[in-house]
């Protein structure tokens, strides 16, 4: 089946250091792959998607890569701002159903 | 552009009410998707549906109902509210992009408590 895994929070990083959440997929088609983000008392809103291997997705300095061999949809920045504090989700969608990582938390300090 | 809207934003019910949480699109989005969101977790599918008239199960069905007689709407109803219902629930609806593939958007989310 479906399934995505997502590293477990929360993450705490200074201003201006350098972001990794690790994601990881299984999926019994070719699905496409998406980045969503959560602020404090809202929905989830897109952060950055991409629909097939090797495509990388870009948004706000957030990058990810989908990596067909390792089954993995990384989410990096580069320089994190404080701005940037929310709940992360790394999702998949195969013929129209989506599925959710259980989302990590990122705390950035001043 | 309103996109994706739900009703109520918070509720607090008795054990055994039942209560129906209003979502509509004005998007034109085929797909319409109920999620909930237990504190500290990921979404889980409810219920979904493809088109007006057609509904299934998502992963944790059990308790609720739907309908989607337009393409606009797609109420969820709790037919007899219980604790383990409190969560927050997500509305919402995607379109098929055949050059970018699908994104689904979110209402804002509807907080219920069973008490």
């Known amino acids: 089946g479906n399934s995505v895994t997502q590293m477990e929070g929360p993450v705490t990083l200074s201003e201006e250091a350098f972001l990794t959440i690790n994601c990881t997929y299984t999926a019994t088609g070719y699905p496409s792959l998406f980045w969503y983000v959560q602020y404090p008392g809202e929905g989830l809103q897109l952060l950055l998607k991409?629909?097939?291997?090797?495509d990388k997705g870009s948004n706000k300095g957030f990058e990810a890569t989908y990596r067909k061999e390792t089954t993995s949809f990384h989410l990096e920045k580069g320089s994190v701002q404080v701005s940037d504090s929310a709940v992360y989700f790394c999702?998949?969608?195969?013929?129209?159903?989506?599925?959710f990582g259980s989302g990590t938390k990122l705390n950035v300090k001043p | 552009n309103a996109g994706v809207t739900q009703t109520p934003k918070f509720r607090i019910l008795k054990i055994g009410q039942s209560m129906t949480l209003q979502c509509t699109q004005d998007m034109n989005h085929n797909y319409m998707y109920w999620y909930r969101q237990d504190p500290g977790m990921g979404l889980k599918l409810i219920y979904y549906s493809v088109g007006a008239g057609i509904t299934d199960k998502g992963e944790v069905p059990n308790g609720y109902n739907v309908s989607r007689s337009t393409t606009e709407d797609f109420p969820l109803r709790l037919e007899l509210a219980a604790p383990s219902q409190t969560s927050v629930y997500f509305c919402?609806?995607?379109?098929?992009?055949?050059?970018?593939?699908?994104?689904?958007?979110f209402g804002e989310g509807s907080w219920l408590t069973v008490v």
């Open positions: 999702a998949l969608e195969d013929f129209n159903k989506f599925y």
């Open positions: 919402a609806s995607t379109h098929r992009d055949t050059n970018s593939g699908n994104t689904i958007y």
């Open positions: 991409a629909t097939k291997a090797d």
